[in-house]
């Protein structure tokens, strides 16, 4: 899909057109003027001329960023995601990190004006794990279809160059239909997309993770390339890093900017605060919560929305786990100032709640949840037991335990299992955590390794 495919105003879109441009207080030549379209342009969009073959998505997009609303205002969401194409590895990724998507206005606001002020270069979001990186890198790709992607993803191997590679060119292939690129390496590729834009059009790729990349060779991470032509843009994601850490290389002549969402604390405050009112309005979760609350000696929800803000540390994967486990009874006996605080602190408080810290220590239990950690794919109950050389019976009981940390993935059978976020993986390898374990993580990968060699996991 691109930027000069034709598209036509629904009946909806012609009269929310008309009140939009109405309540701005522009004329038509006004609009058509600020958005650089022809008013014939606006006027077929209107209804008020004939539109036999439609108009050009970029004018559409320019009209509706004038008049602050979506495209999809105007065209109705089927003719404007005519063929809304995810790379099938990581769809089903993109729609699990976008459910009850909430904010980041501020964040999709700066990468659009990087877009608007530079003719190509690197845009780079910064965030602790589960700042939501990886959600609004999801809700960029599925707001704009044309875009290519790719998600870094260490605990299913997807995060070597080679297979970075292979994903864009595929991508690139099916945008701009490519000939003889079977072997082309990137740059090669980006130049021969770039001679198939139109004029005012863009080629952006999303890379995101790039802290999980599984890399050796030195030179920047994926081989991102130093310099690219005009109309090309990477919108990057990755944790805090230190210089020699950073491995992205750049000529001066590219453009390139930060966003930390550690320094955008006002923004992503109301946000955060957004997503909690959301999850108290939500049917799954509405009524526990709100029995819950009303059990804190009838603290308003005004003041949970605060509070819990407060203790969650603008960490969106802190609210994905306490919310639901608030609402699913594992603080029913706990007053409010008993809830962990920040994304580390809930882990160590449900690892303390699981009976993980026990005495004698639940040995089983403990080397079953490395062994998931150990393993580098997701994995059935029976191939877990198989590893951890525990019985399934066993196995059952982590898995349920442990369901709001895992990912189940039922599009195989029998269903596999995986960490949902590799920020649990880090809390699993903490030194003081694995010394209260009492576990040896070399030990365990060993015999995680010399497992697999009887076998391919099924």
């Given at each position: 899909m691109r930027e000069s495919d034709k598209v036509r105003s629904s009946e909806e879109g012609k009269a929310r057109l008309k009140q939009a441009y109405k309540e701005a207080g522009l004329t038509q030549e006004e609009l058509a003027r600020q958005a650089i379209v022809s008013v014939d342009t606006l006027k077929r969009l209107i209804g008020t001329k004939d539109c036999p073959n439609g108009v050009e998505r970029q004018a559409v997009k320019n009209i509706a960023k004038v008049l602050k609303i979506e495209p999809t205002d105007i065209v109705a969401d089927k003719d404007w995601y005519p063929q809304r194409y995810l790379p099938p590895e990581f769809e089903r990724l993109i729609y699990e990190k976008i459910q009850l998507f909430c904010g980041r206005k501020f964040v999709f606001d700066a990468i659009e004006d990087f877009l608007q002020n530079n003719a190509n270069g690197y845009f780079t979001i910064i965030g602790d794990a589960g700042m939501g990186k990886s959600a609004i890198s999801a809700k960029?790709?599925?707001?704009?279809?044309?875009?290519?992607?790719?998600?870094?993803?260490r605990a299913e191997g997807m995060n070597r160059a080679e297979l970075f590679l292979k994903k864009i060119r595929q991508q690139l292939i099916a945008r701009f239909q490519l000939q003889d690129v079977a072997d082309a390496d990137?740059?090669?590729l980006l130049t021969k997309a770039k001679e198939k834009l139109s004029t005012g059009e863009r080629l952006i790729?999303?890379?995101?993770?790039l802290d999980e990349v599984d890399q050796e060779a030195t030179g920047n991470l994926l081989y991102l390339p130093t310099i690219m032509p005009d109309g090309v843009y990477f919108i990057l994601t990755r944790r805090p890093y230190n210089q020699n850490e950073k491995r992205?290389?750049?000529?001066?002549?590219?453009?390139?900017?930060?966003?930390?969402?550690?320094e955008k604390?006002?923004?992503?405050?109301?946000?955060?605060?957004?997503?909690?009112?959301?999850?108290?309005?939500?049917?799954k979760y509405q009524q526990s919560l709100a029995r819950w609350i009303q059990q804190q000696n009838h603290i308003s929800h005004v003041h949970f929305v605060e509070e819990i803000a407060t203790k969650s540390e603008n960490n969106f994967m802190y609210l994905r786990c306490i919310l639901p486990a608030i609402a699913d009874g594992f603080y029913d006996n706990k007053a409010f100032h008993e809830l962990p605080v920040g994304l580390q602190g809930y882990y160590e408080n449900h690892w303390h709640i699981m009976g993980m810290t026990a005495k004698p220590l639940p040995k089983n239990k403990i080397k079953i949840v490395y062994v998931m950690c150990a393993l580098r794919s997701a994995a059935s109950r029976g191939v877990i037991a198989k590893y951890s050389k525990q019985n399934e019976l066993t196995v059952q009981?982590?898995?349920?335990?442990?369901a709001q940390f895992l990912q189940k993935q039922e599009s195989h059978q029998p269903p596999r299992y995986r960490f949902y976020h590799e920020s649990f993986?880090?809390?699993?390898?903490?030194?003081?955590?694995?010394?209260?374990?009492?576990?040896?993580?070399?030990?365990?990968?060993?015999?995680?390794?010399?497992t697999m060699t009887e076998g391919l996991i099924s």
């Amino acid at each position: 899909m691109r930027e000069s495919d034709k598209v036509r105003s629904s009946e909806e879109g012609k009269a929310r057109l008309k009140q939009a441009y109405k309540e701005a207080g522009l004329t038509q030549e006004e609009l058509a003027r600020q958005a650089i379209v022809s008013v014939d342009t606006l006027k077929r969009l209107i209804g008020t001329k004939d539109c036999p073959n439609g108009v050009e998505r970029q004018a559409v997009k320019n009209i509706a960023k004038v008049l602050k609303i979506e495209p999809t205002d105007i065209v109705a969401d089927k003719d404007w995601y005519p063929q809304r194409y995810l790379p099938p590895e990581f769809e089903r990724l993109i729609y699990e990190k976008i459910q009850l998507f909430c904010g980041r206005k501020f964040v999709f606001d700066a990468i659009e004006d990087f877009l608007q002020n530079n003719a190509n270069g690197y845009f780079t979001i910064i965030g602790d794990a589960g700042m939501g990186k990886s959600a609004i890198s999801a809700k960029y790709v599925l707001n704009n279809p044309e875009t290519i992607c790719f998600f870094n993803i260490r605990a299913e191997g997807m995060n070597r160059a080679e297979l970075f590679l292979k994903k864009i060119r595929q991508q690139l292939i099916a945008r701009f239909q490519l000939q003889d690129v079977a072997d082309a390496d990137l740059s090669t590729l980006l130049t021969k997309a770039k001679e198939k834009l139109s004029t005012g059009e863009r080629l952006i790729i999303v890379v995101d993770a790039l802290d999980e990349v599984d890399q050796e060779a030195t030179g920047n991470l994926l081989y991102l390339p130093t310099i690219m032509p005009d109309g090309v843009y990477f919108i990057l994601t990755r944790r805090p890093y230190n210089q020699n850490e950073k491995r992205l290389n750049i000529s001066p002549s590219i453009p390139t900017q930060e966003l930390d969402l550690r320094e955008k604390i006002q923004e992503s405050t109301q946000d955060v605060k957004e997503y909690i009112r959301q999850l108290l309005n939500d049917g799954k979760y509405q009524q526990s919560l709100a029995r819950w609350i009303q059990q804190q000696n009838h603290i308003s929800h005004v003041h949970f929305v605060e509070e819990i803000a407060t203790k969650s540390e603008n960490n969106f994967m802190y609210l994905r786990c306490i919310l639901p486990a608030i609402a699913d009874g594992f603080y029913d006996n706990k007053a409010f100032h008993e809830l962990p605080v920040g994304l580390q602190g809930y882990y160590e408080n449900h690892w303390h709640i699981m009976g993980m810290t026990a005495k004698p220590l639940p040995k089983n239990k403990i080397k079953i949840v490395y062994v998931m950690c150990a393993l580098r794919s997701a994995a059935s109950r029976g191939v877990i037991a198989k590893y951890s050389k525990q019985n399934e019976l066993t196995v059952q009981d982590v898995l349920d335990g442990w369901a709001q940390f895992l990912q189940k993935q039922e599009s195989h059978q029998p269903p596999r299992y995986r960490f949902y976020h590799e920020s649990f993986r880090d809390f699993l390898q903490r030194r003081d955590i694995v010394q209260s374990a009492g576990v040896n993580l070399p030990d365990i990968s060993a015999e995680v390794a010399e497992t697999m060699t009887e076998g391919l996991i099924s």
